[in-house]
């Protein structure tokens, strides 16, 4: 691991680049290859759950191997005094419960231990173990980095998972946008742990909500994640710390 590493700090764009990739294809071997369908109906997202699980311990060890479980924002809460910031995306999750939720109480439960383990695993890996990494490029090229990067691995739902390719495209400008604030929100609250609840949630509650937001409010909140995560790096971007040995 530590060749590895050695490669990272000296290039970390590639770097975030070969991770990213490392960690879908761990994530792909779990889903389709080495877990068979795990469905039961008293847990029917069992099989996401486990999948989750796994590749977020996977980026744990890779933190933990090289010294980065505080730094990265894992291991630590951060500032809490800070966390108030992270309410507006709080508030744009919760808004698409205004027209409900539907599904059985299983179903819900499944749904939301499930998503919020997609929520610890997409954070530990993006903002946490990717962020770092390219943390020697400055915080704004960092932040549009792990947007970048965060958004195209979602191509993965078209060519694996069977979603149409016009929903996928539209998913992965969303998620461009999401972490982009998610990425400014860890420079300035110092840890990961207030995206990966809201992270979930907001998965969730898409998913679980009987029909699909406006437009116009989908592209309202694309304006609010680009504009909000810029005030936060010009506010607080230089106080994010990343490790180059």
């Known amino acids: 691991m530590q060749p590895w590493k050695d490669h990272v700090i000296r290039h970390p764009l590639w770097g975030a680049v070969e991770l990213t990739i490392a960690w879908h294809i761990v994530l792909l071997l779990f889903a389709k290859v080495i877990l068979p369908p795990l469905d039961p109906s008293w847990f029917p997202d069992l099989g996401a759950t486990l999948v989750n699980a796994i590749c977020a311990t996977g980026a744990w060890l890779v933190l933990w191997r090289w010294g980065w479980p505080r730094v990265s924002g894992v291991a630590t809460l951060g500032r809490p005094r800070r966390w108030w910031l992270a309410a507006p995306m709080l508030l744009i999750a919760c808004s698409y419960t205004l027209a409900g939720l539907d599904g059985r109480a299983t179903v819900v439960v499944s749904g939301l ?119 936060l790096l010009r506010r607080y971007g230089a106080g994010g710390s990343y490790e180059r040995a």
Do not use: K
């Open 113 to 231: 231990v499930s998503l919020l383990w997609v929520g610890i695993n997409e954070e530990m890996y993006s903002r946490g173990l990717v962020q770092q990494t390219l943390g020697p490029l400055g915080p704004v090229r960092a932040a549009i980095g792990v947007a970048v990067l965060f958004g195209a691995g979602h191509i993965q739902n078209f060519l694996f998972f069977g979603d149409p390719l016009d929903d996928t495209l539209w998913q992965m400008l969303a998620a461009g946008f999401f972490g982009f604030t998610c990425a400014a929100l860890r420079y300035a609250i110092g840890s990961i742990w207030p995206m990966v609840v809201i992270h979930g949630l907001d998965d969730f509650f898409q998913i679980r909500s009987p029909g699909s937001a406006p437009d116009g409010w989908q592209a309202s909140v694309y304006a609010f994640h680009l504009v909000y995560g810029l005030w």
